[in-house]
């Protein structure tokens, strides 16, 4: 299964962005293959439409789940359409290791 997390930075020391569609970067993790992939985000200083768009992205991913913070309004919809879960995750100091400690313990 691969999950996007939004993350501050490029590290794994980086903590979660608590801004889906504006956050600086989304790291995919594959918890099959334990592969980790760090990727900017296009999208975060955009005027308008960064969520829409930051779906497009992560989709293309094909992931099954997304980890951020907090989710605009008009992307509850469009994950749902797409059948990518939505976790809000409020502990602004969880690093990316953290979570997917987590994920790999979900098992």
Do not use: W
Not at 26 to 48: G, L
Not at 69 to 90: A, C, N, R, T, V
Request: with cysteine; charged share 25%; aromatic share 6%.
């Amino acid at each position: 299964m691969k999950v996007a997390i939004t993350s501050t930075g490029n590290t794994l020391k980086s903590t979660i962005d608590q801004r889906f569609g504006r956050c600086a970067y989304f790291v995919i993790y594959d918890t099959e293959t334990k592969s980790i992939e760090f990727i900017p985000n296009p999208n975060k200083d955009a005027e308008e439409g960064a969520g829409p768009a930051s779906v497009q992205l992560v989709a293309a991913k094909n992931v099954n789940k997304i980890i951020s913070g907090e989710f605009g309004m008009k992307i509850k919809s469009l994950l749902d359409s797409l059948k990518i879960q939505m976790i809000i995750l409020k502990e602004k100091e969880k690093t990316i290791t953290d979570i997917i400690n987590l994920l790999d313990h979900e098992k």
